[in-house]
């Protein structure tokens, strides 16, 4: 199993990027797809999660409104829409997995990062003001 996150780069605040998580070696399908940042000397921090088994997509309350994350399974990748971006999302970006998930991931689970299987290798987010 592989995520390879992309799309990360240098925007100035106010506006948008849309990084990718391409999985191999898995399917979407029954599978919990979470993304979480680390900004330097912070904790790991979630922000989003898409479950594709029940269809359920969690954000944590400082990214609500402001990011999305969608699915396409045709591609087996999920994304992260980010809009509104300022210096406090500057950080770098992780997507990361729980497999096997046929009832989906529970509401009181999804932002645990140590419950996460897999793990992308990180793309870097830089918001200029």
């Known amino acids: 199993v592989q995520l390879q996150a992309s799309g990360g780069g240098l925007v100035q605040a106010g506006g948008s990027l849309r990084l990718s998580c391409a999985a191999s070696?898995?399917?979407?399908?029954?599978?919990?797809i979470g993304w979480f940042r680390q900004r330097p000397g912070r904790e790991r921090e979630a922000l989003a999660c898409?479950?594709?088994?029940?269809?359920?997509?969690y954000y944590s309350d400082s990214v609500k409104g402001r990011f999305t994350s969608s699915s396409d399974s045709s591609k087996n990748t999920v994304y992260l829409q980010m809009n509104s971006l300022n210096s406090e999302d500057t950080a770098v970006y992780y997507c990361?997995?729980?497999?096997?998930?046929?009832?989906?991931?529970?509401?009181?689970?999804?932002?645990?990062?140590?419950?996460?299987?897999?793990w992308g290798q990180g793309t870097q987010v830089t918001v200029s003001s």
């Open positions: 070696g898995v399917s979407l399908g029954d599978n919990a």
């Open positions: 898409i479950s594709s088994a029940d269809n359920k997509i």
């Open positions: 990361a997995a729980i497999l096997n998930l046929r009832a989906g991931i529970p509401a009181n689970v999804w932002w645990r990062f140590r419950a996460y299987d897999y």
